[in-house]
């Protein structure tokens, strides 16, 4: 497959022109953070001053369209920035990056990912009970369930059917046990098998960020689609995420599929807030009696190693799988379970990290990670 070459994207965006400044893009200095990598293309449309987002959004769509056109381009995404005021745009080195929320999340305070080096592992099931701990804890929350490869949340949280859109644009998202819910699941038939190209899960989590009406959030949880390939990464990159949550399994860890889920958010300066255990030990419904059956507290040893926060463990239980799959994930089922009580002590801490503040609601002292 013939390379994508920079000098190729340059000359798609020098045909489109910046209204405002009536030059043509590259011209007017505006594109930053050009990065192709295996054919995919990411860049930075800056536009000076954050105000104008809304304005600038149909260039950036323009931009986006004009370099997906190159022939072998797999995937294009293109975000909009305001670092740098106008004025000094020349003579400004390039700058970290920062992804600009579109219309959709202008109202989200924190954007999280929840991900799994691999499938199977209870990410979604973590997702959810975390979501929902957080509603517990009295925040404004919305769970965006990414899996594009096997949306669960329709299931999870007992929502069907395709989403209202009042004005045929944007989305309104469902809504369930109080909190605000979109999946790709709505869109598609329930039994039908869902056949995505690469570029349209990688722009999948941006629309579903963009073009719907969230309203305003404190927390949104992002169920991201399984594993640490090129698609997720984008994914990641595509939005301003806050931080990220690895999901794993004792084997996992052992097998380092959490340190691939690791490493990628590394990769794109995402925080990693911490790994969570799951399916960490065996409690016997009959006996009570705990059983390690897969080598329990590899996660809290390992997360040590890698200078990362271990969040919390969850067991492997029968009420867990039941609630989840029937609709009523056990934090809002069975809210004073020992359960329950695992995934709120994990909402807890990810919202410290988010907040910087207590349980009490006092801010909490800056800690400083190295
Ligand atoms: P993923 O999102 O990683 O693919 P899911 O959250 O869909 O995984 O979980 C896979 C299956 O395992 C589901 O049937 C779910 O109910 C079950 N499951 C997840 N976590 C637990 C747990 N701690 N105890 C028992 N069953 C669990």
Same mark, same amino acid.
């Given at each position: 497959?013939?390379?994508?070459?920079?000098?190729?994207?340059?000359?798609?965006?020098?045909?489109?022109?910046?209204?405002?400044?009536?030059?043509?893009?590259?011209?007017?200095?505006?594109?930053?953070?050009?990065?192709?990598?295996?054919?995919?293309?990411?860049?930075?449309?800056?536009?000076?001053?954050?105000?104008?987002?809304?304005?600038?959004?149909?260039?950036?769509?323009?931009?986006?369209?004009?370099?997906?056109?190159?022939?072998?381009?797999?995937?294009?995404?293109?975000?909009?920035?305001?670092?740098?005021?106008?004025?000094?745009?020349?003579?400004?080195?390039?700058?970290?990056?920062?992804?600009?929320?579109?219309?959709?999340?202008?109202?989200?305070? /924190?954007?999280?990912? *929840?991900?799994?080096?691999?499938?199977?592992?209870?990410?979604?099931?973590?997702?959810?009970? %975390?979501?929902?701990?957080?509603?517990?804890?009295?925040?404004?929350?919305?769970?965006?369930?990414?899996?594009?490869?096997?949306?669960?949340?329709?299931?999870?949280?007992? *929502?069907?059917?395709?989403?209202?859109?009042?004005?045929?644009?944007?989305?309104?998202?469902?809504?369930?046990?109080? %909190?605000?819910?979109?999946?790709?699941?709505?869109?598609?038939?329930?039994?039908?098998?869902?056949?995505?190209?690469?570029?349209?899960?990688?722009?999948?989590?941006?629309?579903?960020?963009?073009?719907?009406?969230?309203?305003?959030?404190?927390?949104?949880?992002?169920?991201?689609?399984?594993?640490?390939?090129?698609?997720?990464?984008?994914?990641?990159?595509?939005?301003?995420?806050?931080?990220?949550?690895?999901?794993?399994?004792?084997?996992?860890?052992?097998?380092?599929?959490?340190?691939?889920?690791?490493?990628?958010?590394?990769?794109?300066?995402?925080?990693?807030?911490?790994?969570?255990?799951?399916?960490?030990?065996?409690?016997?419904?009959?006996?009570?009696?705990?059983?390690?059956?897969?080598? /329990?507290?590899?996660?809290?040893?390992?997360?040590?190693?890698?200078?990362?926060?271990?969040?919390?463990?969850?067991?492997? /239980?029968?009420?867990?799988?039941?609630?989840?799959?029937?609709?009523?994930?056990? *934090?809002?089922?069975?809210?004073?379970?020992? /359960?329950?009580?695992?995934?709120?002590?994990?909402?807890?801490?990810?919202?410290?990290?988010?907040?910087?503040?207590?349980?009490?609601?006092?801010?909490?002292?800056?800690?400083?990670?190295?």
């Amino acid at each position: 497959m013939a390379q994508i070459s920079e000098a190729q994207v340059l000359d798609a965006l020098v045909g489109i022109i910046d209204p405002r400044s009536g030059g043509n893009l590259v011209e007017s200095d505006m594109i930053s953070g050009l990065a192709i990598k295996d054919n995919m293309v990411q860049f930075s449309l800056e536009i000076g001053d954050p105000a104008l987002a809304e304005e600038m959004e149909p260039l950036r769509k323009k931009a986006e369209t004009a370099v997906g056109e190159i022939p072998g381009v797999l995937s294009v995404t293109a975000i909009l920035t305001a670092e740098r005021p106008r004025a000094q745009a020349q003579n400004t080195a390039p700058q970290k990056q920062q992804k600009q929320p579109g219309k959709g999340a202008a109202k989200i305070t /924190h954007i999280i990912a *929840v991900a799994s080096g691999k499938g199977g592992v209870g990410k979604s099931t973590t997702s959810v009970n %975390i979501a929902l701990a957080l509603k517990a804890r009295g925040l404004e929350v919305g769970m965006l369930d990414a899996d594009v490869y096997g949306p669960s949340m329709p299931r999870m949280l007992g *929502v069907q059917g395709r989403p209202d859109s009042a004005d045929g644009k944007t989305l309104d998202p469902k809504e369930s046990n109080g %909190i605000k819910v979109m999946s790709m699941g709505f869109m598609v038939e329930e039994d039908q098998p869902v056949v995505w190209r690469g570029p349209m899960v990688m722009g999948a989590l941006q629309q579903m960020l963009n073009d719907v009406n969230w309203g305003k959030l404190d927390v949104l949880v992002v169920d991201m689609p399984p594993g640490t390939g090129d698609a997720q990464l984008t994914m990641a990159q595509s939005v301003p995420l806050a931080g990220a949550v690895i999901v794993s399994t004792p084997q996992d860890i052992a097998l380092l599929d959490a340190r691939k889920g690791l490493n990628m958010f590394r990769k794109t300066d995402v925080p990693v807030l911490g790994i969570v255990e799951n399916m960490s030990y065996f409690l016997c419904p009959k006996c009570g009696e705990q059983s390690d059956i897969f080598g /329990h507290g590899g996660a809290r040893d390992e997360a040590a190693k890698l200078g990362c926060d271990f969040l919390g463990e969850i067991p492997l /239980h029968m009420d867990i799988r039941t609630t989840s799959d029937s609709g009523t994930p056990i *934090v809002v089922s069975q809210p004073d379970s020992a /359960h329950a009580q695992a995934y709120k002590a994990i909402a807890e801490k990810v919202w410290q990290k988010l907040s910087g503040e207590t349980a009490s609601g006092r801010a909490a002292p800056n800690i400083v990670m190295s």
